[in-house]
């Protein structure tokens, strides 16, 4: 059984930072590509970044050069750095694995976590 567990929300001021973690377990973590996505309130889910098990990036517009994924396939683990965090970036934030190379697309993703809450105050 899959299971992707996010933590490291929470609440932060304007210009703050914050690291999310997802954890995987049930597959070949190393194998997958990971992304994240937010969704405010009244909002659909949008993309925010992904990364190929072969470590290649990709950034949404609005987060790029604020935040940066990472991963540790020892640790089954993929991260999110946010840096200058702004009011609007207050979501739920999500992480998804999927098979196939880095996508923007939520269809691409097969396994999704439970989510976490960031909100941040201006």
């Known amino acids: 059984q899959v299971q992707l567990v996010e933590s490291g929300g929470g609440l932060v001021q304007a210009g703050g930072s914050l690291r999310l973690s997802c954890r995987a377990s049930?597959?070949?973590?190393?194998?997958?590509?990971m992304g994240w996505f937010r969704q405010a309130r009244g909002n659909e889910r949008d993309f925010v970044a992904t990364?190929?098990?072969?470590?290649?990036?990709a950034y949404a517009d609005s987060v790029k050069g604020r935040f940066t994924i990472s991963r540790d396939n020892a640790k089954n683990t993929v991260y999110l750095q946010m840096n200058s965090l702004k009011p609007e970036d207050t979501a739920v934030y999500f992480c998804?694995?999927?098979?196939?190379?880095?996508?923007?697309?939520?269809?691409?993703?097969?396994?999704w976590g439970q989510g976490t809450q960031v909100t941040v105050s201006s």
């Open positions: 998804a694995a999927g098979p196939l190379g880095s996508s923007r697309l939520q269809t691409a993703y097969d396994y």
């Open positions: 990364i190929w098990s072969g470590g290649v990036t």
């Open positions: 049930g597959l070949t973590f190393s194998m997958y590509t």
